[in-house]
C-alpha cells in the first residue's frame, strides 16, 4: 500500500468539486501577449501583476547582464554571514529614500517579509488586528504569532475600534492591505490612521498591490494620501509592478535593527541575488521617470470597469487596475475561463479557498500595455461566453 494513497481521495475531492489546480507553463516573454505551451497562438494576457510592463523591458535586461558579468548569479550566504553585497545596500538605501522612512530592508519574497515582520516584533500579551481579507501571508504569519489575532471588516471598522478599545493588550497592531488583490479595492488608510493614533496602535500596511501603481513617484496609495509619516511600517513586495522578486520593509532605524538581529526568515536564508537588486534599482528608475504607466494603467482599469458595467457584469468594490468578473459557482468559473483561453484570452479563474463560497471569479488584472481593442476583444468575448 502506498504511504500517499489517502491524497488520492483529497485530490478526487478537488476535483468533483472544482477546486483542483494545475499549472499553466508560458514559453515567452510576460508582455501582455505570451504564448503558452502546446498552444499554436499566443494569448492576450488578463491576469499578470507586471501591471507596468517592466519585467521584460531592456533596460531591466541590460541591467541584469551587467550585473551578472560583475558580481555572478546568487549570493552564496545569508546576509549576516557573506551574503550581503553592494548592491543590497544599495536597494535598501534608495527604498528608504522612496517610502519617506529611516530605514529599510530587503527581503527573499512578500511572503517572508510578512512573516518576518509578524512572528518577530508581536508578543505575547500583544493584539493584531487583520483585515479578514488580507494576504494568505499576512494571516498565517498572524497566527503562528505569539500575539492574540483578531480580524474586522474594512467596510465597518466598529469592531476594529472596539478591539482597539480594549485596554488588556500590551501592544496593538492594525496590519492592512492598501490595495486587495482579489477585490481590487482599497483600504480606507485615512480612517486606520486615525483609529492607530487615537489608540496608540502600530499601523503595518502592505503596499503589493499598490507600490509602482500609485503616487507622484510610484511610492503607493501611502504617498497619494500623503500618510507617509503617519504608516509605522510599510511592507513593498518587489515581485509586482516592479518585474523583479524580493520585497522591502521599511520602518524607522530600531524596527529594521531589530529584524535584523531576531527575524528567522531574515537570518536563516540566502540573500536575495545580486542580479536581482539590480533589476530592482533598474525598474525603481522607470517608474521614477515615467508616470505615464500609471496614468495608462488608470485609464485601462477605468475604461475596463465601465465596459464590463456597462455589459451588466459585477466588478464587486474595485476601484483599481484589479478588476474581479464576479460568477459565484466554481464549476461555471472554470469554463468561462477555459473558453475565454480557446477564444484568446487568459483571465485566470479564482475558487475557494483564494476567496469566499458561491464568489468565484476571474481576476482581471490590467497592464498599461493593454489597448483598448485588447479591452474591447475581452469584454465582448466575455458577453458571449456568459449569455450562453
Known amino acids: 500500500m502506498d504511504k500517499f494513497d489517502f491524497l488520492d481521495e483529497r485530490l478526487t475531492d478537488l476535483r468533483e468539486k472544482h477546486l483542483f489546480r494545475g499549472l499553466n507553463t508560458i514559453e515567452s516573454a510576460d508582455d501582455g ?32 547582464c551587467q550585473a551578472v558579468g560583475k ?11 557573506c551574503g ?32 518576518a515582520v509578524l512572528k518577530t516584533l508581536p508578543q505575547k500579551g500583544d493584539l493584531v488586528l487583520l483585515d479578514r481579507y488580507d494576504h494568505a501571508s499576512i494571516i498565517d504569519a498572524a497566527k503562528s504569532s505569539e500575539a492574540k ?51 496608540g496602535a502600530i499601523l ?15 511610492a503607493g496609495l501611502i504617498e497619494e494620501l500623503g500618510l507617509s509619516a503617519q504608516v509605522d511600517i ?28 531576531k527575524a528567522r526568515p531574515f537570518i536563516y536564508t540566502t540573500a536575495p541575488p545580486p542580479v536581482n537588486c ?39 468594490p474595485s476601484s483599481t487596475h484589479i478588476v474581479p468578473v464576479i ?12 473558453e475565454l483561453f480557446e477564444m484568446g484570452y487568459f483571465a485566470c479563474a479564482i475558487r475557494p479557498p483564494t476567496v469566499a463560497n458561491d464568489s468565484s471569479r476571474l481576476r482581471i488584472s490590467l497592464q498599461c500595455s493593454h489597448t483598448a481593442e485588447q479591452i474591447d476583444g475581452l469584454v465582448n468575448a466575455l458577453r458571449v461566453v456568459l449569455s450562453a
Request: hydrophobic residues 45%; neutral net charge; glycine residues 8%.
Open 33 to 64: 501577449l505570451v504564448r503558452f505551451m502546446g498552444c499554436d497562438s499566443p494569448k492576450v494576457l488578463f491576469c499578470s501583476n507586471d501591471y507596468l510592463d517592466i519585467a521584460a523591458d531592456k533596460r531591466v535586461k541590460e541591467a541584469v
Open 71 to 81: 558580481y555572478g548569479y546568487g549570493a552564496s550566504s545569508s546576509r549576516l554571514i
Open 84 to 115: 550581503t553585497h553592494k548592491l543590497h545596500l544599495g536597494v535598501e538605501e534608495a527604498f528608504a529614500g522612496l517610502l519617506a522612512c529611516e530605514s529599510a530592508l530587503l527581503f527573499n519574497s512578500g511572503w517572508t517579509a510578512n512573516e
Open 149 to 199: 489575532f483578531h480580524t474586522f471588516r474594512r467596510d465597518d471598522l466598529s469592531r476594529l475600534e472596539r478591539f482597539l478599545s480594549n485596554e488588556a493588550y500590551n501592544r496593538k497592531y492594525i496590519v492592512t492591505e492598501s490595495v486587495f488583490s482579489m477585490d481590487g479595492d482599497r483600504a480606507d488608510l485615512q480612517k486606520l490612521v486615525e483609529l492607530k493614533n487615537a489608540y
Open 204 to 218: 503595518i500596511v502592505d503596499e503589493a498591490h499598490a507600490v509602482g501603481c500609485f503616487g507622484p513617484n510610484g
Open 234 to 261: 510599510i511592507i513593498a513586495p518587489l515581485g509586482k509592478a516592479f518585474g523583479a522578486g524580493g520585497a522591502i520593509v521599511a520602518a524607522q532605524k530600531n524596527v529594521i535593527d531589530y529584524l535584523i538581529n
Open 278 to 316: 539590480a533589476a530592482i534599482m533598474a525598474a525603481l528608475d522607470i517608474i521614477k521617470t515615467e508616470p505615464a504607466r500609471r496614468k495608462k494603467l488608470a485609464e485601462n482599469a477605468q475604461y475596463l470597469r465601465a465596459e464590463l458595467t456597462k455589459a451588466g457584469f459585477d466588478t464587486g
Open 327 to 338: 460568477i459565484g459557482d466554481a464549476e461555471r468559473t472554470m469554463r468561462v475561463s477555459t
